[in-house]
């Protein structure tokens, strides 16, 4: 009885990776994880590492900064990988993709993505909308920012994790 019960209860869990570089972090991403939050249990924010791409910000303050961001949040794991997003699913116990919506550009780009990875693994994809305020936040947009010498901190929470 114990055993069946317990089971159950496992099975029901919905846990959800929101897989990305995040170079940084943005309150743009945060948004989409804090309103996660409100539909699984467990969010794995999963940080890609591709070898051959050169990162803006190095993966140790990434994460850092990430996990600065969810001090209090036990629902949280933050992680990295280098494998198929499906792949570290699976491995994570995670039965959910969660990402973000802006514009018809992310639309585009994400569905054909969502599906392929539907067809590999029968994960869903859930797509949230950020608050209007954050539509143009953008990592890209971002770096450009910081790069040229301009402040970031609006758009980032806890800036200074990232860079300390
Ligand atoms: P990466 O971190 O891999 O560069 P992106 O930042 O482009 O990738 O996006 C990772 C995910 O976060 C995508 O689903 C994207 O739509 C979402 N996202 C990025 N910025 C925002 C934002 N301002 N509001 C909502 N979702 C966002």
Avoid at 76 to 82: L, S
């Amino acid at each position: 009885m114990f055993t069946l019960v317990s089971f159950n209860l496992i099975d029901m869990k919905k846990s959800a990776c929101f897989p990305g570089s995040f170079d940084p972090f943005t309150k743009g991403h945060e948004d989409i994880i804090r309103k996660g939050l409100d539909l699984f249990d467990e969010i794995v924010i999963a940080v890609g590492v591709n070898s051959s791409k050169n990162y803006l910000f190095p993966l140790e303050k990434r994460l850092n900064h990430i996990k600065s961001c969810f001090e209090n949040e036990p629902k949280i794991r933050v992680i990295t990988y280098q494998k198929l997003t499906v792949e570290m699913c699976k491995d994570e116990g995670c039965n959910y993709i969660l990402r973000g919506l802006r514009d018809v550009k992310d639309f585009n780009y994400e569905v054909p993505i969502a599906l392929m990875n539907r067809s590999m693994s029968e994960i869903e994809t859930v797509f949230l909308i950020p608050d209007t305020s954050l539509f143009a936040i953008n990592a890209t947009i971002i770096r450009e920012i910081y790069k040229n010498g301009g402040k970031i901190d609006k758009y980032v929470t806890n800036f200074e994790r990232l860079v300390n």
